[in-house]
DNA sequence: CTAGGATCCTGTCAGC
DNA sequence: TGCTGACAGGATCCTA
């Protein structure tokens, strides 16, 4: 669930808690969401590759982490230390979107608590599909997922885009913008968004796509990705409403994504969802035309 | 090589 | 109430 604008909101957010700071300690609830062996060692940086986070240490390694679907990271400042009372503690919660972000941790669904001498990063994950793994600083790059992927979407080329498309010519371009080795940082959301903002229908064959259309499904991806980073995509802040409330963030800039039934924004159509690729897919029926 | 489906795992919801 | 199947903001593995 997490996708690029989440990963980005987390890695900004997190820094100005945890960089410079040290990790003394890790502790693991669930072991397969835990990689590697664990040393002590203070964090000097933070990278996003697409939507893997790395947390880089002073002792030559890396923590290199993916949310998968359902990851989030919670930072809950001088959790072993409080200050007077909970009020003088912040917290800063981003990922797939959850009762998590306000509840009390570790709970059911914590795998992995990384302790700060300044507070605890808590991972949080049901279902299971995300996971830390340490490895040396040096080899991140060579990482097989890291490796594979392609460049984003304000860095790739046209040409470069449209040539991947020609080679997956009869998969559904969604399906084919979901590879993340073909552009990197969509996920269902922003495929979905991207998708209504092109005015492309997701179940289009690849290589029906003319250059014109792949150049401006590139910039519609930016669009969409661009906005969501500028709200904060998926963090407590746009999650808990200032009145306390369950808010959605989606709310503040989905035109299609879990809008079926209500108008499109665009032309007044009712938007539908659909499969495309196994996964729950929404459009609007009339700005995005099948082309058979 | 591509294409399509199953799979990892937990939880929730709709429909009997 | 209890069961069952479908589905979920991802990526990989297997088969054809």
């Known amino acids: 669930m997490p996708e690029l604008p989440e990963v980005e909101t987390i890695r900004k957010g997190l820094n100005k808690f945890i960089l410079k700071q040290k990790i003394y300690k890790v502790e693991v609830f669930c072991e397969k969401s835990f990689i590697g062996e664990f040393t002590p060692g203070v964090v000097t940086n933070m990278r996003r590759f697409g939507k893997a986070l790395v947390i880089d240490l002073d002792n030559g390694k890396s923590l290199m982490m993916h949310l998968r679907m359902t990851g989030q990271l919670i930072f809950d400042e001088r959790t072993e230390r409080p200050l007077e009372g909970d009020s003088a503690r912040e917290r800063f919660a981003a990922g797939h979107p959850s009762e998590n972000f306000t509840a009390k941790l570790p709970n059911k669904q914590t795998r992995v608590v990384i302790y700060f001498e300044n507070g605890a990063l808590y991972f949080n994950d049901q279902r299971k599909f995300g996971f830390i793994k340490v490895m040396p600083t040096v080899e991140v790059e060579e990482d097989n997922f890291i490796k594979r992927l392609a460049p984003e979407p304000w860095k790739i080329t046209v040409d470069d885009f449209f040539e991947k498309l020609r080679r997956r010519k009869k998969s559904p371009i969604k399906a084919v913008i979901l590879d993340q080795s073909v552009i990197s940082g969509l996920g269902n959301i922003y495929a979905d968004e991207a998708l209504f903002l092109a005015k492309i229908h997701p179940l289009t064959r690849a290589g029906e796509i003319t250059k014109k259309e792949a150049a401006e499904l590139i910039e519609a991806a930016k669009t ?69």
């Open 224 to 292: 969409v990705m661009e906005k969501s980073i500028e709200s904060g995509g998926s963090t407590m802040q746009t999650y808990v409403k200032a009145d306390g409330t369950k808010g959605d963030y989606l709310e503040m800039f989905a035109q299609v994504f879990r809008r079926e039934g209500k108008k499109c924004s665009r032309c007044g159509s009712t938007i539908q969802k659909i499969r495309v690729a196994e996964r729950g897919t929404h459009i609007c029926p009339n700005c995005q035309k099948e082309v058979k």
